[in-house]
Structure formats: structure tokens, C-alpha cells
């Protein structure tokens, strides 16, 4: 079984849509949690962190749900620039062990 | 605007050639890390360095990689030697791994290409 999985999607949305995506991890010690977005060709870039239940950000939010073993994102009011790849990462150990998913693919339509 | 840097950006060989990538980490950032992406197998972990001691290197082939931090503004990976199997692009990304922060920031990526 994977460290950590995604929905590789895609996941194809209108402008102005809410999506959420999942991201499920097997271990339990797993302490913290990171959103990255990777555009076509480039490298990936923090979007956001959780080191408790949740964040936010402007329209990007990210819930914890330590019970069930999974991180979700919510992308409210999605925009064309929001279409690239979103990559869950997660920590165990104490930042000795970092384990990418696979990444789920986002296309925002107009 | 702190960024970690890498060199070069496309790196176009012949198997069996020696292949060395670099890497400047941002400064002060006491974690540096080594991926490879390739469309197959995603994003995988190649070995990092915390205080510039090599913490992990488990996901590098031993035999033809190698991966070493002269000091604290230089990381670097070597192929040596190269096959085509190692085509991928090799991200470098750096971190402050204290005080409960885990964030890590890449640079822009080497692609290799092993013909």
C-alpha cells in the first residue's frame, strides 16, 4: 500500500466551481501535511501547510482528518489559473520521512 | 526573493557519459533534498541532508549515483555512468526543518536526457 494517495483525476470544473480533492495516508504518526501545485514543466510550489486540523487561504482550504487518515483540499470559486497538478505531501517521523502522492490533475474550463 | 537555484537546466548526454548537477539551497535553510520526476513514476525521493549530513539516501542507486554537500551553499548529484533510464527532470528543494516547520521550496529542475 502507498504511503500516500490522490485521486489522479483529472478533474475538469467550470470557472467559479468548488472542487476538493483527497488525499489518504496510511501512517498514523504522519505529524504534519503540505498542499503543493505543479504547473506543466515546472517545479512544484508550497500552496499550503497544516500542522493542526486545518488552514485557509483566500479561496484554498485545507482540512485534517486524523480519525480517517486524510487531507482535503477546497478550491472555492476556481479561476483558469487554478488548472495544474496538486501534490499532497506528508511528514512522519519528525521530518526524517517525506512521501509525495502521485498528484491530481486539475483543468478549470470557462 | 529567496529561491534555490540549480544547473544546469537542460543537460543533453550520451549513456555511459558522467553527468554532475548542482544546486544552491537558500541560504540559511539547514535541510537540502534530491528528487527525480518522470512521467511514470512521479515524484521520487533521492536522498537529502540535514546540516549537510547525509540523512537518507535510500531511493539513489548506489552504484551509479551519488549525491554530496561540500558546503552549505552547494549540493550536488552525479551520475556517473549515465543510462537512459535515468532521462527525468532532478528537482533540488531546500528547508528549515526546526521548530515544527516542514516546508520545503524547489528549484527549477535539471532535465536530463540520456540518448
Known amino acids: 500500500r502507498k504511503e500516500v494517495e490522490q485521486d489522479p483525476g483529472p478533474f475538469n470544473v467550470p470557472e467559479g466551481a468548488t472542487v476538493a480533492f483527497n488525499c489518504t495516508y496510511s501512517n498514523s504518526a504522519s505529524q504534519s501535511f503540505f498542499w503543493y501545485r505543479q504547473d506543466c514543466r515546472k517545479e512544484p510550489k508550497l500552496l499550503m501547510s497544516v500542522y493542526s486540523s486545518g488552514n485557509e487561504d483566500g479561496r484554498f482550504t485545507a482540512q485534517l482528518n486524523r480519525a480517517s487518515q486524510y487531507i482535503s483540499l477546497l478550491i472555492r470559486d476556481s479561476k483558469l489559473s487554478d488548472s495544474a497538478t496538486y501534490l499532497c505531501v506528508v511528514n512522519v517521523y519528525n521530518f526524517n520521512k517525506f512521501y509525495f502522492g502521485s498528484g491530481t490533475k486539475l483543468n478549470v474550463k470557462p | 526573493d529567496a529561491r534555490v537555484t540549480q544547473t544546469p537546466r537542460d543537460k543533453v548526454t550520451e549513456m555511459g557519459q558522467e553527468v554532475t548537477m548542482r544546486c544552491q539551497p537558500i541560504?540559511?535553510?539547514?535541510?537540502v533534498f534530491w528528487y527525480r520526476q518522470t512521467m511514470m513514476q512521479g515524484l521520487e525521493l533521492l536522498a537529502y541532508?540535514?546540516?549537510?549530513?547525509?540523512?537518507?539516501d535510500s531511493g539513489m542507486p548506489k552504484d551509479r549515483f551519488s549525491a554530496e554537500m561540500p558546503d552549505a551553499t552547494l549540493a550536488t548529484l552525479k551520475i556517473q555512468p549515465s543510462e537512459p533510464r535515468d532521462s527525468a527532470v532532478y528537482f533540488c528543494?531546500?528547508?528549515?526543518?526546526?521548530?515544527?516547520?516542514?516546508?520545503?521550496?524547489f528549484g527549477p529542475g535539471t532535465r536530463l536526457t540520456v540518448l
Open positions: 528543494a531546500s528547508g528549515l526543518m526546526t521548530s515544527g516547520r516542514g516546508e520545503q521550496f
Open positions: 541532508f540535514r546540516n549537510r549530513a547525509p540523512l537518507d
Open positions: 541560504l540559511g535553510h539547514n535541510t
